[in-house]
């Protein structure tokens, strides 16, 4: 059973506000992942990290942003929130071949 | 022209057939591959990786055509269980990127 977790499991919150949506693992892997996914669509890459003090943005533009101050932890921040928004957020963390997932945050911003 | 591409499918088949999913990648210089499996409202878990030489984990097969740029996976036995969105996942050359295709979705009938 991976050791990757996530908080909160769902959200709702209005436009506008500030969210922090936390992911924390215990595997000590280096490389961490956020992806955004739409219900029945591919998972697109956002942000990647690959260690601490380490952070690129991924391939879909987002208007969120990360940071990895330490190895287990890799929180992602919206700072005003918008409908566009709403999807599910998957963080995943990575040493060698398989990446290892955690159960995703569901946001509904309205 | 996506970076990873798969027929999303559905493919239906009845129990016992074999199947296979083709996916493309369009970075030659693409350094790892991988299959990982998402079921419905569930995150993705690594299937198997794919080597060049070609490799087999029971029922599952998977090949690799570094000339083609292209990836299959072939289940034979078809299982109920098997019912499964599979993800084409590709490392792209000097990366720590893992970018996933969107997905060939298996409907396995009795």
């Known amino acids: 059973e991976a050791d990757i977790y996530q908080t909160p499991r769902y959200l709702v919150i209005g436009t506008g506000k500030k969210i922090t949506l936390e992911c924390s693992q215990t595997?000590?892997?280096?490389?961490m992942y956020w992806y955004q996914q739409d219900p029945g669509m591919e998972l697109h890459l956002i942000h990647y990290s690959y260690g601490v003090n380490s952070t690129e943005k991924g391939d879909l533009s987002s208007e969120s942003t990360v940071s990895r101050i330490r190895t287990e932890h890799f929180p992602l921040t919206l700072e005003s929130a918008r409908p566009s928004h709403t999807s599910q957020y998957l963080c995943a963390s990575r040493q060698g071949a398989e990446a290892f997932f955690g159960q995703g945050t569901r946001l509904t911003v309205v | 022209r996506k970076e990873v591409e798969q027929d999303p499918g559905p493919f239906n088949v009845p129990e016992g057939a074999t199947v296979a999913f083709n996916c493309t990648y369009s970075?030659?210089?693409?350094?790892?591959f991988f299959w990982y499996r998402q079921d419905c409202r569930k995150e993705p878990k690594l299937l198997m990786s794919?080597?060049?030489s070609g490799n087999e984990d029971g029922r599952f097969t998977a090949q690799l055509n570094r000339a083609s740029q292209y990836i299959s996976l072939l289940i034979r036995d078809s299982k109920l269980s098997d019912s499964a969105t599979y993800l084409c996942v590709v490392n792209p050359s000097n990366t720590g990127k893992l970018i996933f295709g969107q997905g060939t979705t298996l409907q396995v009938k009795p």
């Open positions: 970075n030659s210089a693409s350094q790892s």
């Open positions: 794919v080597y060049s």
């Open positions: 595997m000590g892997h280096d490389k």
